[in-house]
């Protein structure tokens, strides 16, 4: 039975591009979660004002990809030790976040956290926050990477490195 697992590391296009190569992903979905507006717009989460992150919901086969294992390419592929930021992406919406949707989840994202922290040679700032009203981002921003992505100057400078570090971290957990 497929699993969900929430997270938030940065511009959310990026942190899509790297979930969708990971064997055992069924579908990740671009959304906003943790503020205090219903139903926001991008416009409104860029502002900052909302306190939403823009955030990937991972639909997953837990007998192909644990959550654990999800967990640690999350940490491997974004920088946790920035605070409310992701390289020029700053602001609380680009903080580094897990919303677990359980208490396994949660113990566990507390677990990941510390076998990740020996990777970095700054504290982790990565929040565990609680579960909170998912909203899915526009559809423009859905899977946009393998879209208008490949033609945006932004994305072409961050998710290649991404990507790389994926593959060269990750290569026994791709797709094909």
Known sequence: MAQQAIVAGGCFWCVEAVFRQL??????????IGGAVENPTYKQVCSGATGHAE?????????????????????????PTQLNRQGND???QYR????????????EAETAKLRA????P????????????????????????????????????VIPPKLAKL??????????
């Open 96 to 107: 580094s976040a897990i919303f677990p949707l359980d208490a396994v989840q949660s113990a």
């Open 122 to 157: 700054a504290p982790i700032v990565t929040t565990i926050e609680p579960i909170a009203p998912w909203y899915p981002a526009e559809d423009y921003h859905q899977d946009y990477w393998e879209g208008e992505g490949q033609r945006n100057p932004y994305c072409l400078a």
């Open 167 to 176: 593959k060269k971290g990750f290569a026994d957990r791709l797709k094909g």
């Open 117 to 120: 922290q020996k990777d970095w």
């Open 55 to 79: 955030a990937i919901r991972i639909t997953f086969d837990p007998a192909v990809l644990s959550y654990g294992a999800l967990l640690d390419v999350f940490f491997a592929t974004h920088d």
């Open 90 to 92: 700053v602001g609380t």
């Open 23 to 32: 064997a055992g992903v069924r579908n990740v979905e671009s959304g906003y």
